[in-house]
């Protein structure tokens, strides 16, 4: 297998991981909210929170992308980010705490998303970038969906610590792997 071709293929994997660890709190998001004292209001404030922070930090972690040599360890960082966030859900009684926890997990987002789509970039074959480009989003949309299904399930069926400790699982499990992959694969 070419170089590029497995580098694509790990990206693909770590990430689908964690965008399904994301979209499995989406169906279910607003019944926490309402758990652990908060409102519809509530549960859009702590969305804003989130792409706020992502959309405030994610400019300079751009920036940083640009001057970073080895760019898979800002994403492994920026997964832990997220699989810490998730964590904290657990723990989670108040408002305040969820906001606090939004802007860990909107962090972690803005860490990573710059310097893995510079790390995907790099990789893309010019006569197919189209078609690479758009498995990242098939991957992305089936994520989103089978993410809203198993988080729902999980919830329902296993309540929500099992399910924010199955999040922050996958996340760990990303960042591991690119951590400890030999810096030329990536």
């Not at 920036?63 to 832990?80: I, T």
């Not at 998303?113 to 074959?125: G, R």
Request: with cysteine; glycine share 10%; charged share 10%.
């Amino acid at each position: 297998m070419n170089h590029k071709h497995f580098a694509l293929k790990v990206l693909l994997m770590t990430n689908g991981l964690v965008l399904l660890s994301a979209a499995m709190r989406g169906p279910i998001y607003a019944l926490f909210v309402q758990k652990i004292g908060g409102d519809i209001l509530d549960t859009g404030i702590a969305a804003g929170v989130f792409t706020a922070t992502a959309g405030i930090v994610v400019y300079f972690f751009g920036k940083l992308s640009d001057r970073v040599r080895e760019n898979e360890l800002v994403v492994a960082l920026g997964y832990a980010i997220m699989g810490i966030g998730f964590l904290l859900y657990t723990h989670i009684e108040t408002m305040f705490g969820l906001l606090l926890v939004q802007v860990i997990i909107g962090l972690g987002e803005a860490v990573y998303s710059p310097s893995f789509d510079a790390l995907y970039s790099k990789h893309l074959d010019p006569r197919h970038s189209g078609s690479q480009w758009g498995a990242w989003e098939s991957m992305n949309y089936f994520a989103l969906s089978l993410g809203a299904l198993l988080g729902s399930a999980t919830a329902a069926f296993l309540g929500f610590n099992t399910l924010f400790i199955i999040m922050s699982a996958f996340c760990f499990v990303s960042a591991a792997y690119i951590y400890f992959l030999p810096r030329k694969a990536l």
